[in-house]
């Protein structure tokens, strides 16, 4: 009986440790200066058909925030850009420099339309590997 009770204890600290695993990408959303939650994401590829890294959308219930993070060039000072747009040809948000880790956030109103990033990135040698546009995403119709 008695070890029963503990596993069956180990399995509600387990049940509650997975619990905070899974409520990780809200945290994620703020250490990128978004708001809201995750509602889209996407593996960017390179050129070359490797993966760079992933695009997250996340939604606050008026706007779309985006960032990109890098997977390829991680910890690596070099030219990433990202932009986002609405259906309609809206321009939101752009940002460029020299990151290491991700580069936005960007926002946009998306209320009752869809939105698409565009992530360009260059390598330490100044050749641009990634020039990637999402698709339309995240609204009633896409």
Not at 103 to 114: E, Y
Not at 118 to 127: A, K, R, T
Request: charged share 15%; glycine share 14%; aromatic share 12%.
């Amino acid at each position: 009986m008695r070890a029963r009770r503990f596993i069956s204890g180990l399995s509600v600290l387990g049940l509650t440790m997975l619990g905070g695993v899974i409520a990780a990408p809200n945290a994620s959303a703020d250490s990128y200066g978004c708001a809201g939650s995750l509602v889209w994401s996407h593996e960017v590829t390179d050129m070359s058909g490797h993966a760079a890294g992933w695009v997250y959308d996340y939604w606050d219930g008026a706007n779309n925030c985006s960032v990109f993070v890098k997977s390829e060039y991680a910890g690596v000072k070099t030219l990433t850009e990202i932009s986002i747009t609405t259906q309609g040809g809206v321009h939101g948000g752009f940002d460029e420099g020299n990151y290491t880790t991700f580069a936005g956030p960007v926002r946009i109103n998306g209320t009752g339309t869809c939105v698409d990033e565009l992530v360009i990135e260059f390598d330490q040698n100044n050749h641009q590997i990634v020039n990637w546009w999402s698709g339309y995403h995240s609204g009633p119709t896409c």
